[in-house]
Protein backbone atom coordinates (compact mmCIF):
# COMPACT_ATOMS: atom_id res chain seq x y z
CA UNK A 1 0.00 0.00 0.00
CA UNK A 2 1.33 3.54 -0.96
CA UNK A 3 2.28 6.43 1.37
CA UNK A 4 -0.73 8.33 0.49
CA UNK A 5 -3.07 6.09 0.45
CA UNK A 6 -1.70 4.79 3.97
CA UNK A 7 -2.09 8.94 4.64
CA UNK A 8 -5.55 8.91 3.19
CA UNK A 9 -6.86 6.37 6.14
CA UNK A 10 -5.08 7.60 8.84
CA UNK A 11 -6.79 11.45 8.29
CA UNK A 12 -9.72 10.62 6.43
CA UNK A 13 -12.98 8.98 6.26
CA UNK A 14 -13.23 7.73 2.82
CA UNK A 15 -17.24 7.03 2.09
CA UNK A 16 -18.73 5.94 -1.22
CA UNK A 17 -21.97 7.45 -2.00
CA UNK A 18 -24.23 6.71 -5.30
CA UNK A 19 -25.93 10.34 -6.44
CA UNK A 20 -29.41 9.32 -7.69
CA UNK A 21 -29.42 12.59 -9.87
CA UNK A 22 -26.53 10.96 -12.29
CA UNK A 23 -26.68 7.20 -10.67
CA UNK A 24 -22.83 7.43 -10.35
CA UNK A 25 -20.89 6.09 -7.54
CA UNK A 26 -18.66 8.92 -5.79
CA UNK A 27 -15.82 8.16 -3.45
CA UNK A 28 -15.77 11.23 -0.89
CA UNK A 29 -13.40 12.33 1.30
CA UNK A 30 -13.82 13.63 4.46
CA UNK A 31 -11.29 15.07 6.97
CA UNK A 32 -11.31 13.07 10.56
CA UNK A 33 -10.69 15.89 12.57
CA UNK A 34 -13.51 17.97 10.32
CA UNK A 35 -16.25 14.79 11.79
CA UNK A 36 -14.56 15.40 15.50
CA UNK A 37 -14.99 19.09 14.90
CA UNK A 38 -18.79 19.20 14.64
CA UNK A 39 -20.78 19.87 17.67
CA UNK A 40 -24.12 19.37 16.28
CA UNK A 41 -24.88 15.60 13.81
CA UNK A 42 -25.67 14.95 11.85
CA UNK A 43 -23.86 17.62 9.84
CA UNK A 44 -24.05 18.78 6.57
CA UNK A 45 -21.02 17.95 4.31
CA UNK A 46 -20.96 19.49 0.51
CA UNK A 47 -19.38 18.43 -2.55
CA UNK A 48 -19.34 19.37 -6.37
CA UNK A 49 -19.66 16.72 -9.26
CA UNK A 50 -20.22 16.77 -12.94
CA UNK A 51 -22.52 14.65 -15.05
CA UNK A 52 -23.39 14.64 -18.60
CA UNK A 53 -27.49 13.92 -19.40
CA UNK A 54 -29.03 14.56 -22.37
CA UNK A 55 -26.21 15.31 -23.81
CA UNK A 56 -25.61 18.39 -21.96
CA UNK A 57 -22.73 18.80 -19.12
CA UNK A 58 -23.95 19.93 -15.48
CA UNK A 59 -22.36 20.53 -12.34
CA UNK A 60 -24.54 19.02 -9.38
CA UNK A 61 -23.81 20.14 -5.42
CA UNK A 62 -24.99 17.44 -3.14
CA UNK A 63 -25.29 17.96 0.57
CA UNK A 64 -24.51 15.13 2.35
CA UNK A 65 -25.20 14.55 6.28
CA UNK A 66 -23.09 13.21 8.46
CA UNK A 67 -23.71 11.21 11.92
CA UNK A 68 -21.19 11.37 14.70
CA UNK A 69 -20.22 7.75 13.24
CA UNK A 70 -19.37 8.79 9.69
CA UNK A 71 -22.15 7.36 8.35
CA UNK A 72 -24.54 9.22 5.33
CA UNK A 73 -27.96 9.62 7.27
CA UNK A 74 -29.19 12.00 4.04
CA UNK A 75 -28.84 13.73 1.16
CA UNK A 76 -29.79 16.46 -1.19
CA UNK A 77 -28.65 16.80 -4.97
CA UNK A 78 -29.37 20.49 -6.65
CA UNK A 79 -27.87 21.28 -10.29
CA UNK A 80 -25.32 24.32 -9.68
CA UNK A 81 -25.54 27.49 -11.05
CA UNK A 82 -23.55 30.13 -10.57
CA UNK A 83 -26.33 32.59 -9.73
CA UNK A 84 -27.44 30.37 -6.81
CA UNK A 85 -24.08 30.39 -4.94
CA UNK A 86 -24.51 34.10 -3.62
CA UNK A 87 -27.56 36.26 -2.73
CA UNK A 88 -27.21 39.79 -4.08
CA UNK A 89 -27.11 40.72 -0.69
CA UNK A 90 -24.62 38.76 -0.16
CA UNK A 91 -22.84 39.92 -2.93
CA UNK A 92 -23.02 43.57 -2.14
CA UNK A 93 -22.22 42.60 1.89
CA UNK A 94 -18.84 41.48 0.34
CA UNK A 95 -18.23 44.03 -2.84
CA UNK A 96 -19.09 47.14 -0.92
CA UNK A 97 -16.13 47.20 1.54
CA UNK A 98 -13.96 46.16 -0.74
CA UNK A 99 -14.79 48.83 -3.11
CA UNK A 100 -14.29 51.37 -0.32
CA UNK A 101 -10.78 50.16 0.72
CA UNK A 102 -9.69 50.40 -3.06
CA UNK A 103 -10.39 53.93 -2.55
CA UNK A 104 -8.89 54.68 0.43
CA UNK A 105 -5.85 52.68 -1.52
CA UNK A 106 -5.82 54.86 -4.40
CA UNK A 107 -6.25 58.19 -2.51
CA UNK A 108 -3.22 56.90 -0.29
CA UNK A 109 -1.19 56.23 -4.11
CA UNK A 110 -2.20 59.41 -4.90
CA UNK A 111 -0.63 61.18 -1.68
CA UNK A 112 2.73 58.82 -2.03
CA UNK A 113 3.20 59.95 -5.58
CA UNK A 114 2.95 63.71 -4.63
CA UNK A 115 5.05 63.03 -1.88
CA UNK A 116 7.65 61.18 -3.81
CA UNK A 117 7.62 63.95 -6.16
CA UNK A 118 7.79 66.71 -3.58
CA UNK A 119 11.13 64.84 -2.30
CA UNK A 120 12.79 64.69 -6.22
Not at 90 to 103: D, G
Request: charged share 30%; hydrophobic share 35%.
Amino acid sequence: MSEKKDNDKENFLIKQYRCNFCNAMHDVRIKKSLLDAQTKYPFPYVFLHNTIKNGEAKELITILYIDRDGKVRGSEIQEFSTNDLFSKEQVMAIVEPLIKEIRILQQDNIKLKKQIQELQ
